[in-house]
């Protein structure tokens, strides 16, 4: 009888003890559903699933009173983390204007450094570049230097982008500055020498092709040597 009302007194302190803890989440999930911006946004907001999400929430709120109210903290434990998850649920769906505002800024980074990726790979493509037939070496003239026209254009994006340290940053200026040497050779010889021009636009190319990797971004290897 002694070890029996023993157990039952340290039950009954493990409860007591427990109490406190369950009304305090029990308030905390009624402050984020009552007065929390979050449950502004979800009724005010289009999403279904989310005020379903929130209705379930409520309900499961009300269960784990219901629970308490009977003295039964510890299986109350339980339904309350369920209501948990349906608010984290419904704010998955409703994000705050900041954290949607930076989902956003990640996705559109996501999206630029694909972009200037593809870019690259296009710019640098074996395929694009030297399976073409030219009608005249002034045609081609015409071409490389577009070509290293949309490599240049490329730097500064990289640059805004990739942010490199200031050594590296020092190595894309000698580069760069070596492509725009090149580019005014090759436009000087365009006149008289239409192959050196298009050598010399080439070579101010690939140093571009250079200052991107020295920026940090991968470039494919031109295939200018195999001409």
């Known amino acids: 009888m002694k070890a029996a009302a023993l157990s039952l007194a340290l039950a009954c302190t493990?409860?007591?003890?427990?109490?406190?803890?369950?009304?305090?989440?029990?308030a905390m999930v009624e402050r984020i559903l009552n007065q929390s911006p979050l449950a502004g946004r979800v009724l005010a907001g289009p999403s279904e699933p989310a005020r379903q999400h929130i209705a379930n929430a409520?309900?499961?709120?009300g269960h784990a009173r219901l629970l308490v109210a009977a003295g039964q903290h510890e299986q109350a434990e339980p339904v309350i983390h369920g209501s948990l998850w349906e608010i984290g649920r419904a704010?998955?769906?409703v994000p705050d204007p900041a954290t949607r505002e930076a989902s956003e800024r990640a996705r559109a980074t996501q999206r630029e450094d694909r972009l200037m990726q593809e870019?690259?790979?296009r710019l640098s493509g074996q395929t694009l570049v030297y399976d073409r037939r030219f009608a005249s070496p002034r045609q081609e003239f015409d071409f490389e230097l577009e070509r290293y026209r949309s490599f240049e254009r490329l730097v500064p994006l990289a640059l805004e982008r990739l942010k490199p340290g200031a050594e590296a940053m020092a190595r894309v200026g000698r580069f760069v500055a070596q492509a725009r040497a090149l580019l005014e050779r090759g436009?000087?010889?365009?006149?008289?020498?239409v192959p050196a021009a298009i050598r010399h636009v080439t070579e101010g190319t690939d140093a571009l092709r250079s200052a991107l990797q020295a920026a940090g971004l991968a470039v494919p290897v031109t295939m200018g040597s195999e001409r």
């Open 91 to 93: 704010r998955q769906l």
């Open 58 to 61: 409520r309900e499961l709120l």
């Open 187 to 193: 436009e000087s010889a365009a006149a008289s020498d």
């Open 14 to 26: 493990g409860a007591l003890a427990q109490a406190p803890q369950v009304q305090q989440k029990i």
């Open 119 to 121: 870019a690259a790979q």
